[in-house]
């Protein structure tokens, strides 16, 4: 049972409706929208594993501490989600797309606000640009542009299939952003660090057999 009920505003829902009908119009946006707006984010945990494991046969400590990092930034977004949808609760947009058209992206009618999907890959995007910040390594900026690139894409989907309205996902950018940069904070980071991260890390590394 939610405190707060939120209203997306008219304007936001002119938006969305003018670009759910341009979707309409089109047989390969109706096709095509729904995948883009689910499939990046199974994309992840596979990506992480990978460049986690890759670094860790090659003994580049630095790379597995930045996976690590995303993916305590990525969990304790989707903490403050759920803590937030236990407060406030909004209608998903399926209701005034009905009232026009069909819907392109079927989901379950819960509470959108913030959207999971938006603050994972937005903390995992934001995670990334300031781990780069950080340690200077120009090899992190590449993946920032992708991150971003793909959690920017993949909101925009959400939006135009219904899922979201525009608001829920500039929500869930405030919270990866603001997650992320707490936990690259000193305080916060070295804490984690001799508390998590260093255990995690060698725990790994005797898990694998590679020795320091």
Known sequence: MCVFELKEPILWQKILLKLNNFAHS???LQK?????ADAFVFTYPIFLIFIYLYWLYYKQSQYNFWAIYIFFSAMSSIAV???IQQIVCKKRPEQLILSQNDLIFKHVPNNPFPSDHAALSAAIG???LFWWLRTNDKFFIYFWIIFIF???FMSICRVVAGVHWPTDILMWWLVG???SLLLIS???YWFLYKVLYIKLYNLSLW???IKL
């Open 26 to 28: 089109n047989y390969y």
């Open 32 to 36: 095509g929208i729904p995948f883009f």
């Open 81 to 83: 989600n759920l803590i």
């Open 126 to 128: 934001f995670s990334t």
């Open 150 to 152: 793909i959690s920017f």
């Open 177 to 179: 952003f603001v997650v």
């Open 186 to 188: 000193p305080c916060v």
């Open 207 to 209: 898990l694998f057999r």
